[in-house]
């Protein structure tokens, strides 16, 4: 006795099959082309008022292939970004150069309010693009809200100041920060060293993590070591 044919797929089912995996190809391609897309538009309309109008891209095209030609600008003003920004690295690398900062920071910390917003914003971006010990390298779980419940977290610096000294000297502490999805807040919190698994996930994939609200999960790793 033969066994009855395994009934056939309907059109609809294959086609929305096929929607599906399409989608999953082509949703990230393009969310990324829209983003990189966006951010250099963004940086461009901050870049390009700065310039001269005799030197804006849309007037040295018409200079010098003439009004007719029709070329893309866009990406400009990230060139120039880029540019500008690696020459006064370079300038800032010399001694001429850290004289002139140094008077400047003088100058600035003579300033209430914008003291205090230089004073922050440099400290951030020292510590993400030079000071790359005190990046967040680790990444960890830790009970929060409460007893029982466990949030991913990003281990920071250890305490340091009047905070280490008026934490409990008995316990070594480690500096939590734990982001809440969609990521765009979060909270720094201290806790004892011994109450901290650490995971061998990377700050990006736990950021992936949070951001997705747990749909999107990193592979297995081995433990790390406190």
Same mark, same amino acid.
């Given at each position: 006795m033969t066994?009855?044919?395994?009934?056939?797929?309907?059109?609809?089912?294959?086609?929305?099959?096929?929607?599906?995996? %399409? *989608? @999953?190809?082509? &949703? +990230?391609?393009?969310?990324?082309?829209?983003v990189v897309w966006a951010v250099i538009g963004w940086i461009d309309g901050w870049i390009l008022p700065l310039i001269p109008a005799a030197y804006q891209p849309e007037e040295l095209v018409n200079r010098f292939f003439g009004p007719e030609a029709q070329f893309p600008v866009r990406g400009v003003g990230v060139l120039v970004f880029l540019v500008v920004t690696?020459?006064?690295?370079w300038v800032a690398r010399g001694?001429?150069?850290?004289?002139?900062?140094?008077?400047?920071? %003088? *100058? @600035?910390?003579? &300033? +209430?309010?914008?003291?205090?917003v230089y004073s922050g914003v440099?400290?951030?971006?020292?510590?993400?693009?030079?000071?790359?010990?005190?990046?967040?390298?680790?990444?960890?779980?830790?009970?929060?809200?409460h007893q029982g419940a466990w949030a991913v977290g990003l281990v920071a610096s250890a305490p340091q100041g009047e905070i280490a000294a008026k934490l409990p000297a008995e316990d070594k502490m480690v500096a939590v920060f734990v982001a809440l999805t969609p990521m765009t807040s979060g909270m720094l919190i201290y806790?004892?060293?011994?109450?901290?698994?650490?995971?061998?996930?990377?700050?990006d994939e736990a950021i992936k993590l949070v951001v997705s609200a747990g749909l999107v999960?990193?592979?297995?790793?081995?433990?790390l070591p406190l």
């Open positions: 066994e009855p044919a395994a009934p056939r797929r309907s059109i609809f089912a294959a086609i929305r099959a096929s929607f599906f995996t %399409g *989608l @999953v190809v082509v &949703l +990230p391609v393009g969310l990324t082309i829209y690696a020459a006064v690295g001694l001429i150069g850290r004289s002139i900062i140094r008077s400047a920071e %003088g *100058l @600035v910390d003579r &300033l +209430p309010i914008v003291r205090s440099k400290q951030v971006t020292e510590t993400f693009f030079t000071k790359a010990e005190k990046n967040f390298d680790r990444t960890c779980l830790v009970r929060f809200p806790v004892p060293a011994r109450d901290v698994i650490l995971l061998n996930m990377k700050a999960y990193p592979p297995a790793k081995a433990q």
